[in-house]
T-cell receptor, first 114, second 111 residues
């Protein structure tokens, strides 16, 4: 089945640091990938849609300059949280799926900003 | 996007069958019904997807009535490891539609 890999799984860093999270489709090509954020005991909230070779589409209320998305190849999308602050601490999850098939999710990245 | 409604929580015991119902009154003709399972600190895992009637795979069954305004996920003989949050989503055809997650159903399986 389709496999989506996310790295790193856990990050702790100081306030003001920029953090990059990678999302890879391991056995299929993904022209579109999705990034979600999940706070404790809450549901997943879509942040942005990552499009290979073009700009990402951000959901309302998500700062594009804060959450930089790059989708430079058909198997890799990256989310960079720039100048992270404690309020950016959350669980970040990506998803992708072969065309016409259900989305599959990465295992998530736990981001903790001190 | 069709909104889904499901119970916030359910309790069960090991070995029992669990049925989680989801309502999606505004489902569109081309939409599919998809269920995901999520354990703490993990990404959601695809369980099953269907369009109408009944779909069965190795882990669950999905029952969809003719009007498609609701669906029921059936988990046979649950075990402790089935304790998780279950999300019902309505997804447009094509696989590239954005997914809108509701609150999900927290299933607690006890010994």
């Amino acid at each position: 089945g389709a496999v989506v890999s996310q790295h790193p799984s856990w990050v702790i860093c100081k306030s003001g640091t920029s953090v990059k999270i990678e999302c890879r489709s391991l056995d299929f090509q993904a022209t579109t990938m999705f990034w979600y954020r999940q706070f404790p005991k809450q549901s997943l909230m879509l942040m942005a849609t990552s499009n290979e070779g073009s700009k990402a589409t951000y959901e309302q209320g998500v700062e594009k300059d804060k959450f930089l998305i790059n989708h430079a190849s058909l198997t890799l999308s990256t989310l960079t949280v720039t100048s992270a602050h404690p309020e950016d601490s959350s669980f970040y999850i990506c998803s992708a799926g072969p065309g016409g098939q259900p989305q599959h999710f990465g295992d998530g990245t736990r981001l903790s900003i001190l | 996007l069709a909104k889904t409604t499901q119970p916030i929580s359910m309790d069960s015991y090991e070995g029992q069958e669990v049925n989680i119902t989801c309502s999606h009154n505004n489902i569109a003709t081309n939409d599919y019904i998809t269920w995901y399972q999520q354990f703490p600190s993990q990404g959601p895992r695809f369980i099953i997807q269907g369009y109408k009637t009944k779909v069965t795979n190795e882990v669950a069954s999905l029952f969809i009535p003719a009007d498609r305004k609701s669906s029921t996920l059936s988990l046979p003989r649950v075990s402790l490891s089935d304790t998780a949050v279950y999300y019902c989503l309505v997804v447009g055809a094509g696989g590239y539609s954005t997914l809108t997650f509701g609150k999900g159903t927290m299933l607690l399986v006890s010994p």
